[in-house]
């Protein structure tokens, strides 16, 4: 068989597995770390075939949204270059993401503590170089170091975790300003 004709079952394949990693993103955030696999698949517009091949198990799917998170967040950081403000947009934007996608953490609670702590590291790395720019701005309070930083986003997940569907954006936004409070300089808050 030619590579032309095996190319375009490549590109359906990769195309199947973003539309599933969407679709469980979307999923979790709506539905809980419960959402039934098919509901899922259903979303994505692909069959249970389609999602078990790509994914054997939810835990499996949660790590892989999880890992393409990260990468999201240093593709992020990197996009923000050598803003002087580049911490706090980044720190709203990981933020936003857990927010986002609440329902992981529950997912992923037995996850290998190894692969973890790796992703955690790269999380790190893309946090420091901002961190130092937006302490020398005087946009970051002096004390506060990368791992007050990551520190945050388990606090905020902690609070957010609630369940009141009615208050979830009223609390979400209680949260984030008292983080931006702990962390940031009022010269980091918009005018």
């Not at 032309?4 to 394949?13: A, E, L, N």
């Not at 069959?47 to 949660?62: G, I, K, V, W």
């Not at 992703?119 to 170089?129: E, G, I, N, W, Y």
């Amino acid at each position: 068989m030619s590579d032309d004709v095996r190319r375009p079952k490549r590109r359906d394949g990769a195309r199947n597995r973003e539309r599933l990693l969407a679709a469980a993103r979307q999923a979790f955030a709506e539905h809980g770390p419960d959402v039934a696999f098919e509901e899922i698949a259903r979303a994505a517009e692909v069959s249970r075939t389609t999602l078990y091949r790509n994914f054997a198990t939810r835990e499996e799917l949660a790590a892989t949204v999880f890992e393409d998170n990260v990468a999201r967040i240093e593709r992020h950081a990197a996009e923000l270059g050598e803003r002087r403000d580049g911490i706090v947009r980044l720190f709203d934007f990981v933020l936003a993401m857990q927010r986002d996608n609440r329902s992981l953490a529950h997912v992923l609670s037995g996850a290998d503590i190894e692969w973890l702590t790796g992703l955690s590291a790269r999380t790190v790395a893309a946090f420091r170089s901002h961190l130092e720019r937006g302490r020398e701005a005087g946009l970051v309070h002096p004390d506060v170091d990368v791992q007050d930083m990551m520190l945050a986003f388990p606090m905020a997940a902690g609070a957010m975790a609630d369940n009141d569907v009615v208050h979830r954006e009223q609390l979400n936004d209680r949260v984030h300003a008292m983080l931006q409070r702990a962390l940031f300089t009022d010269r980091a808050r918009p005018d």
